[in-house]
């Protein structure tokens, strides 16, 4: 018997036939987060280093106010959210979904049960310590920004961090060209009072007067800031899968303050260095993700 080949589109439409009859895989961590973003990727790298659970991501948009019933047809038994819009939809779930959030700056209050997360930013303390344990040059630390950031990224320094409240950009501006007689002076992500123009004003006053800017990233060391401790995102994950791993054993996170991040990568601008006559120890340089020349 003569056998005829099967045109190309009839095993198309059978290979889609059997995509949709075909029974999905149930997730038993739910990811809400813009997989396209590079600190997602990271951040979901490292869940999969200490998660041992069938997972699926999928994007705020998708969920807005449907987020419940997804859950609830994947079968998720925990929920992981990434980003303040994540959260958002996050926070509207039953009690009895534990939930685990991170990649928001400064997280708002949230008196949910069953719910867990971390912020992004670093603590003025990591700095603290960096500057005391390997720079001692830099001894007079000041910190500028709003007062909540203040609160939540610089309550716990030691005496010799000066924090200085301000309420606006102005403000931002006109104090850090105050801060003759610190050593140094650092910056957080608070964009209330910070923005590409204030922080032009910050680096042109930092290298007139030889006081250097701590910065939040590697762009601002890039734009030439002395350093910057930026969180490690892969490490951010590795915490999350752990938290998650035992909300699926127990059913449940607790419900506590928003914590810190846990390890952090530091950026270093030589350049700035040799041009405000500042000492970077070998050491602090081997300590170095990237030294920039």
Excluded: W
């Excluded at 997360?117 to 310590?129: H, K, L, R, V």
Aim: aromatic share 6%; proline share 7%; charged share 20%.
């Amino acid at each position: 018997m003569r056998k005829y080949p099967v045109p190309h589109a009839i095993l198309y439409i059978l290979f889609g036939i059997l995509l949709i009859a075909a029974p999905c895989r149930a997730a038993e961590v739910l990811i809400i987060a813009d997989a396209q973003l590079k600190p997602v990727m990271e951040v979901t790298q490292g869940m999969h280093k200490t998660l041992r659970a069938s997972t699926r991501t999928v994007a705020p948009a998708d969920v807005r106010g449907t987020l419940a019933a997804v859950v609830q047809q994947e079968n998720a038994r925990v929920v992981i959210a990434l980003g303040r819009e994540a959260l958002a939809e996050a926070l509207n779930l039953p009690p009895s979904i534990p939930v685990i959030y991170d990649m928001v700056v400064t997280p708002p209050t949230i008196s949910r049960a069953n719910t867990a997360g971390f912020y992004m930013a670093t603590p003025a303390s990591e700095y603290a310590d960096l500057v005391r344990n390997h720079l001692p040059a830099l001894r007079r630390l000041a910190v500028v920004a709003s007062r909540d950031f203040l609160n939540m990224l610089a309550g716990n320094v030691p005496a010799s961090v000066s924090a200085h409240t301000v309420k606006s950009m102005v403000e931002f501006v006109s104090m850090v060209k105050q801060l003759d007689n610190a050593d140094a002076i650092l910056l957080l992500p608070d964009n209330n009072v910070m923005n590409a123009t204030a922080l032009e004003e910050a680096y042109l006053h930092s290298f007139r007067r030889r006081i250097p800017l701590l910065g939040i990233s590697e762009r601002h060391v890039k734009e030439g800031a002395l350093l910057a401790l930026v969180v490690d995102m892969t490490n951010v994950g590795k915490v999350i899968g752990e938290y998650a791993t035992k909300a699926l054993k127990s059913g449940n996170v607790g419900q506590f303050p928003a914590s810190p991040p846990r390890k952090f990568e530091l950026f270093l601008n030589m350049g700035t260095a040799r041009k405000m006559n500042i000492s970077i120890p070998d050491e602090v340089v081997r300590m170095a993700r990237k030294a920039y020349p």
